[in-house]
């Protein structure tokens, strides 16, 4: 309702961009919109530019295109005078996806399709181990190709040279299509899958083997370039001095040459063995292919180790020049003087290590023996808890037996002490009793003793077996199974008739001890 309310102003008084203003626009944007769609190129702009010096560039204009492997990658911007000569200089625009250039790429001067018209520029980028070569370089000459043109075929056939290619040509044809001769059949050894076979058939024939064959030859070749990119060259110097010694020394060369000779004459009078073996030859070539097809396995890594071990074969004379001031250092360290006489003085001390080992080997499995008795039996023996059944559970300590073993050693070192507590006596109760008990022989005197005890003992445990366990010194300690100190047997009391003091049951039910 507000904007209703406003007063209208009239078309004339209106104010607005100029129609002319915006027509020129709307012609200027149509104008570089065609420019760009047709040029393909921002103006004021030059990108990545290489030359070629072609022999002949009349079958090239501007604007044509530069291909690799048949897709556009740039296009010819100008092409001059090469210097004072009768060749020419093409410069081509390359773009981003056409690059790296190789300094080895090559050129080549072709025929565009019937439809395309005209020629284009066939680019082989070069190798990628060889350096790139920067913006504004030139391709020399020896790296480019032109188309040969018709009349430059005809010139070159004469009369008589057309007659001579038109003989050849039917006499070439005759020995491809011809069937071959009767006496060719007899006297000719054939493989029995070309016998009657044209010439060309045969050779159509060998296109089934030709992949296989072509693949080794191709890997051959590739071998022969060597690992770095001078080797052939390397080669090529090196047999060039070897001819050029030959040459100095013609006697030697005369005596190669004569020896040659012998060896021919020698395989000439052996025909038939030479037969023979070019007879088994097919046999030995499959044997072959299949040891080359080993070695062609083999040959990839031994050419990366060759190619990470190049580097280190570069630096071996560095590295021995290198090792002579250490090898001078050592010299001294090697002399009486110093480690020598080092050696002497402690030769007596190595006689008495060499004893020493021998006496280890001895003393150390007996230690290890040792070790085991001590870990395997004397230890867990030393944990056993012996428990007390009947009316003496009440003296049950339930503690390990060696604890035990040393709670008495506390015990006697307090009955051993005078009124002072510093003697040495020892003390015992010496009352009498009604029961008369007597020990075994004395250690010293081999007498028995007697005394009188309050009660009678109920009995011993364990019961002395009448005689003393055999000792077996060549059975080792660790192998023994651990006593079975609570199973031990109850005996009459020692000094007692056997029998008497003690029943049955009440050694089993005392315990006695």
Not at 158 to 181: I, W
Request: with cysteine; charged share 25%; glycine share 8%.
């Amino acid at each position: 309702m507000a904007d209703a309310a406003k007063p209208r102003v009239p078309r004339k008084d209106r104010r607005g961009r100029s129609p002319v203003a915006v027509a020129l626009v709307v012609l200027l944007a149509v104008g570089i919109g065609c420019y760009l769609g047709f040029t393909k190129d921002v103006p004021f702009t030059q990108g990545y530019r290489i030359t070629a010096v072609f022999e002949n560039a009349n079958s090239i204009r501007p604007n044509s295109p530069v291909r690799v492997a048949g897709v556009d990658v740039g296009k010819v911007k100008e092409i001059r005078r090469y210097q004072d000569t009768d060749m020419s200089e093409v410069v081509m625009e390359i773009q981003e996806k056409g690059l790296p250039i190789h300094k080895d790429a090559t050129l080549k001067i072709r025929s565009r399709i019937f439809l395309e018209g005209n020629f284009f520029v066939d680019l082989s980028p070069g190798s990628p181990g060889s350096p790139t070569i920067e913006d504004g370089d030139t391709i020399r000459v020896t790296q480019t190709a032109s188309p040969v043109q018709l009349d430059e075929i005809l010139t070159t056939l004469q009369n008589d040279t057309r007659e001579d290619l038109k003989t050849l040509l039917d006499e070439f044809g005759r020995a491809l299509d011809g069937d071959p001769a009767k006496s060719d059949l007899v006297s000719v050894p054939q493989d029995p899958s070309a016998r009657g076979e044209t010439a060309a058939e045969s050779v159509n024939d060998s296109y089934d083997d030709a992949g296989p064959a072509l693949r080794g030859v191709s890997i051959v070749n590739d071998a022969f370039l060597g690992e770095d990119p001078r080797d052939v060259s390397r080669l090529i110097k090196g047999l060039q001095r070897v001819t050029a010694a030959l040459g100095r020394n013609e006697s030697l060369l005369q005596d190669n040459i004569t020896n040659f000779n012998r060896t021919v004459s020698i395989f000439g009078d052996e025909q038939d063995n030479v037969r023979e073996a070019i007879s088994l030859l097919p046999e030995t070539t499959q044997t072959a292919n299949a040891a080359f097809a080993s070695l062609n396995r083999a040959f990839p890594p031994t050419r990366a180790f060759a190619r990470e071990i190049l580097p280190g074969v570069r630096e071996t004379d560095a590295t021995i020049d290198a090792s002579f001031p250490w090898i001078e250092q050592m010299t001294r360290l090697m002399s009486q003087e110093e480690l020598g006489g080092l050696a002497r003085q402690l030769a007596p001390a190595a006689r008495d290590l060499a004893s020493a080992a021998r006496a280890a080997t001895e003393f150390f499995p007996q230690q290890d023996r040792f070790a085991k008795c001590v870990d395997r039996v004397l230890l867990p023996t030393g944990d056993i808890r012996i428990r007390e059944t009947g009316d003496r559970a009440k003296f049950d300590t339930n503690t390990e037996n060696y604890k035990e073993f040393w709670y008495a050693l506390v015990g006697l070192a307090g009955e051993s002490q005078n009124f002072d507590g510093n003697g040495q006596m020892v003390r015992f109760q010496t009352g009498g009793g009604t029961t008369t008990r007597q020990t075994g022989p004395s250690n010293t005197t081999k007498v028995p003793s007697f005394f009188n005890a309050a009660i009678a003992p109920l009995g011993t445990r364990p019961a002395f077996p009448g005689s003393r366990p055999p000792y077996r010194p060549d059975q080792d300690c660790y192998k023994q199974q651990l006593p079975d100190l609570n199973g031990a047997k109850v005996g009459p009391a020692d000094g007692t008739p056997t029998g008497r003091g003690i029943t049955a049951s009440a050694a089993k039910a005392g315990g006695g001890r």
